[in-house]
């Protein structure tokens, strides 16, 4: 189910729903109030109450970032306020929590789409590595390295049609293969 989806659900009251958003977030929400505390054990109360503010403040969620962004305000401004109610926190460590920038919005994206491009990249590969190796050759000149037909002919010495038909078979193998990571029950996952 697409992410959309299951912020319009939670909205909505539906708890599975919010279930799956926090089994998404939970680590990297967790990651950064361990950032700025630097406590697992109060990284991991932080993380918690981060997501029953969110949980609370749904409704008032409206698509104007993406719902990881909004999700990660909260837990900064939740973690702050925290140091900043700390009786015995030193002055200096708030000091420097005051001087760290945040990370932009547009810059939490990009370094997510850019996660999300190398674990494709990397399935990809895993899935490229167990078809047969005439088929990941042609896969590898043609859509890797971006050969065109007439150069993989001159490469391999075999005809247009064989790269053709070998290449249709290869991306087929390769869509199979990638088919279980992409697919799952109850909706499509594109890559």
Known sequence: MEEKELVRL???G??????SLVKKYKIKVFNLAWSLTRDRETADDLAQE????AYVALPKFQFKSE???WL???TVNHVKDFLRKKTKMS???????????????SEMIE???EQISEQRRKLVHQCLQAIPSKYKVILSLRDIQGFSYEEIT???KISPGTVDSRLHRARKMLRKKLAPFFIQKGGNNEM
Not at 14 to 19: S, T
Not at 50 to 53: G, P, V
Not at 94 to 102: G, N, R, S, T, V
């Open 72 to 74: 990660y305000r909260i």
């Open 50 to 53: 981060a997501f029953i503010k």
């Open 154 to 156: 001159n490469i391999l």
């Open 14 to 19: 539906d708890e599975e729903a919010f279930a």
């Open 10 to 12: 939670s909205k909505e």
């Open 111 to 113: 370094k997510e789409k």
């Open 91 to 105: 002055k200096l460590l708030f000091e420097k929590m005051k001087e760290m920038p945040l990370i932009q919005e």
């Open 67 to 69: 719902f990881g962004t």
